[in-house]
């Protein structure tokens, strides 16, 4: 019987979606929740990225199913042996870690550099070598470039092309001279909650740095109690009469920087969109943002948990969630950074999706008066957060 491997070294994974999944995922059997809208986040991740990725987890969900042991769903490519380099911190500082582990890291590679430059100034290796690490240093920003240059590096290093302290040190820091994807993960209890004070620092420092919030709406791992995230009308605990204020709009605080690139996704609905954005982020030198639409079975979908993919794409296609982007890049080039890639809702469809799942229809049989006037609350709040967007992308200023 013969043996079905990854085929990503025969076509261009970063090319399409389509192609993406011809790589092996680094992420595998989570046992995540039947249906949890977050892992497939995740795994798209590993498969372009988890061989150079490293990962400051959040203490949640995805810390839960990303760390079950003595098992782990993360693992390493069957070709060269890498894959991601995954921890967990608390709960309230997860972002503050992960920018820690960016900075270490920068500062290794700064020392790379540094021990290069003064083996090519003083004539310490001969004429090939001192080009290698020319190379290394003019693409020490690319994954693919550096992770190449880094391997002829320490082949010739190896073969006793340059002997003494430099050598050495060389190799003791090889697994820097591939760029790292600094990722930075968690729920929307950490980021829009407890974490968000430290979020906020992190983001504001401009360090490359990328971050990927799973938002199921509610604080799923301590079973459901309301966050920032939740939205009107929905029943949570400590909110058992329905939500009553607007969610937070973490995107748009972090889209006030600036300097910020920022996602708002739903795999579902679009997985070009998404796969779009992970590249745009990642190829972005600074803080990224990207937060993705993910159905939880603490939603209560009537449909069931194995139509969670579907659950985004009608999430999009009512207006309850939007899908956009904003890019710093294009600001500098002089055009509008903000792209909506939502359609324009059907919003006849908004109320049948609310009564869709538990967390809303439950407030019908509760509360069936405060029901009503929540639902059209939680509508108006879409309907107006969508015209904001209208009106950043520059696509009209239609009141409602």
Not at 264 to 281: H, I, N, P, T
Request: proline content about 4%; charged content about 25%; some cysteine.
């Amino acid at each position: 019987m013969k043996k079905v491997a990854p085929k990503d070294d025969l076509i261009e994974k970063f090319a399409s979606i389509r192609n993406s999944q011809f790589a092996q995922p680094l992420f595998q059997f989570s046992g995540a929740c039947a249906g949890c809208g977050e892992t497939p986040y995740i795994k798209l991740l590993t498969q372009l990225f988890g061989e150079e990725m490293m990962v400051a987890n959040a203490t949640g969900c995805s810390s839960i199913y990303g760390a079950s042991a003595p098992a782990t769903p993360y693992c390493r490519s069957c070709k060269n042996g890498f894959g991601p380099a995954w921890a967990n911190s608390l709960f309230e500082d997860n972002a503050e870690y992960g920018l820690g582990m960016a900075i270490a890291t920068r500062k290794m590679r700064d020392r790379l550099e540094s021990i290069m430059k003064e083996a090519i100034n003083n004539g310490d290796c001969p004429p090939d070598l001192s080009q290698l690490f020319l190379d290394w240093i003019d693409n020490r920003e690319s994954t693919y470039l550096s992770r190449k240059a880094g391997e002829k590096i320490v082949e010739k290093i190896e073969s006793g092309d340059i002997t003494g302290s430099i050598g050495k040190i060389i190799l003791e820091l090889k697994n820097y001279l591939a760029k790292k994807s600094q990722w930075i993960i968690g729920g929307d209890g950490w980021a829009y909650d407890i974490g968000f004070g430290g979020l906020d620092h992190v983001l504001a420092s401009g360090e490359n740095v990328n971050v990927l919030v799973l938002d199921t709406e509610v604080y799923s791992n301590t079973g459901g109690q309301s966050s920032k995230a939740t939205p009107a009308g929905a029943v949570a605990k400590f909110a058992t009469s329905g939500k009553k204020i607007r969610k937070k709009d973490l995107g748009m605080i972090a889209k006030s920087y600036g300097y910020v690139y920022v996602a708002q996704v739903a795999l579902g609905a679009s997985q070009d969109q998404f796969f779009r954005a992970v590249k745009e982020a990642e190829a972005y030198n600074g803080p990224s943002l990207i937060i993705c639409y993910a159905p939880c079975i603490n939603h209560g979908l009537k449909v069931g948990m194995a139509h969670s993919i579907q659950e985004e794409k009608k999430a999009v296609e009512c207006g309850y969630w939007h899908l956009w982007r904003f890019n710093p890049i294009l600001e500098d080039m002089g055009q509008n950074g903000f792209i909506l890639d939502s359609k324009e809702p059907d919003w006849n469809k908004f109320q049948d999706f609310l009564r869709g799942e538990v967390r809303f229809d439950a407030l019908t049989k509760t509360f069936p008066d405060e029901a009503r006037i929540l639902f059209e609350v939680t509508q108006q709040n879409a309907e107006w957060r969508y015209n904001q967007y209208r009106k950043l992308a520059k696509i009209g200023d239609k009141a409602y």
